[in-house]
Structure formats: C-alpha cells, structure tokens
C-alpha cells in the first residue's frame, strides 16, 4: 500500500486535506475511538490482524508509521 492508496481510505473518514508521510493521525482528526475504528476497517480490507504487540501509539503515530506496519502485515499476508 502506498500514500495515494491511504489516502482513498481516510477520505472516508472525512480527511479532505492534504498530509504527508510525518503527518499525524491527530492532526488528521483521529481519536482513540476513530484510530481503533480505522485499524479495524484495515484489517478487514487486507484481510490481516495486527499482533497486539502492534498495537501501540508508536506504530499509529503518522501516516508513515502506519504505512509501515501495515505493509508489513500485507507482506506477510503475501508469504
């Protein structure tokens, strides 16, 4: 998945502006409640589950950081 890909995502969740990679999931809008809604939402497009271990703020921080450990997962899934 690429930023082009996420970002067709998060225009469903009302995000119309413009982010980049160092962008924040608060900056976006998100809360707990919506970051958990969209991580569900993931995994259900993908077809993945997120250990719980992945589960953290750091890996949900920025649009990078969740690109990267959601590639990973997508990866795996290719494996």
Request: hydrophobic share 40%.
């Given at each position: 998945m690429d930023i082009e890909?996420?970002?067709i995502m998060l225009r469903d969740y009302g995000?119309?502006?413009?982010?980049?990679l160092d962008t924040?999931?608060?900056a976006l809008g998100f809360d707990s409640l919506s970051t958990l809604e969209l991580v569900v939402a993931l995994e259900d497009h993908f077809q993945i589950a997120f250990d719980d271990e992945d589960l953290t703020g750091d890996h949900f921080q920025s649009i990078g950081s969740l690109l990267a450990i959601l590639n990973k997962h997508v990866l795996q899934k290719a494996h």
């Open positions: 890909q996420l970002t995000v119309e502006r413009y982010f980049d924040t999931l608060v």
